[in-house]
């Protein structure tokens, strides 16, 4: 069955953050019918928003519109200080979170679902520069500092920025097996870090 994979964007977003599990998931159907995954990225409103460093992105869907999500992927970048006070994103994802089969935080993403409780007394791994400001945020968390990622129940975390491809693969390793994911780093021609 196809799984709706939707990655949250905003202001400030890291690129690789979201732009790496993006092709990891959409090549992945790619070079396998397109069966696997339909991914989409959503954002609090469909206007562009502006990633780090200036890249512009026109997100898929509000998050007022999105369709059904199966797997949650939160990007990090300096964009995630200001939606810890963003009342309406953070229901959003408290909400998505209920119904989906996994949530997944890339790099400083990891703000969020500390923000929400759902880290609290959990392993976790985020962006080595963000430490610091998860103790503050989820005191009760267990950082696993060395971990490029960490599973914790239907949450995933990540390192920072490029380990968020590591764990794509890594998922899509658990959904679908050793084979479909082989191809799809084989395509990529990326050698994977587990």
Not at 89 to 98: A, G, M, N, P, R
Not at 132 to 158: A, C, H, L, W
Request: proline share 3%.
């Amino acid at each position: 069955m196809k799984k709706n994979v939707a990655i949250l964007v905003f202001d400030d977003a890291e690129v690789l953050d979201f732009s790496g599990p993006f092709e990891v998931f959409a090549v992945a159907s790619q070079v396998h019918d397109h069966k696997l995954f339909n991914v989409f990225t959503v954002a609090k409103t469909q206007e562009s928003i502006t990633a780090v460093n200036g890249l512009s992105v026109n997100p898929n869907y509000s998050i007022k519109d999105t369709p059904n999500i199966d797997i949650l992927i939160i990007a990090g970048g300096q964009g995630t200080t200001p939606l810890l006070k963003d009342v309406e994103i953070l229901k959003w994802v408290q909400e998505v979170h209920k119904t989906t089969a996994l949530t997944v935080s890339i790099c400083s993403g990891s703000r969020i679902l500390g923000k929400l409780g759902l880290l609290d007394n959990k392993s976790y791994c985020t962006h080595h520069q963000v430490y610091d400001s998860m103790q503050e945020i989820v005191p009760t968390g267990i950082p696993e500092k060395e971990k490029r990622f960490v599973n914790s129940g239907k949450i995933y975390t990540s390192g920072g920025i490029s380990a968020g491809i590591d764990l794509s693969f890594h998922i899509i390793e658990k959904l679908h097996g050793s084979k479909i994911t082989n191809n799809t780093a084989r395509y990529m021609e990326y050698n994977r870090v587990d």
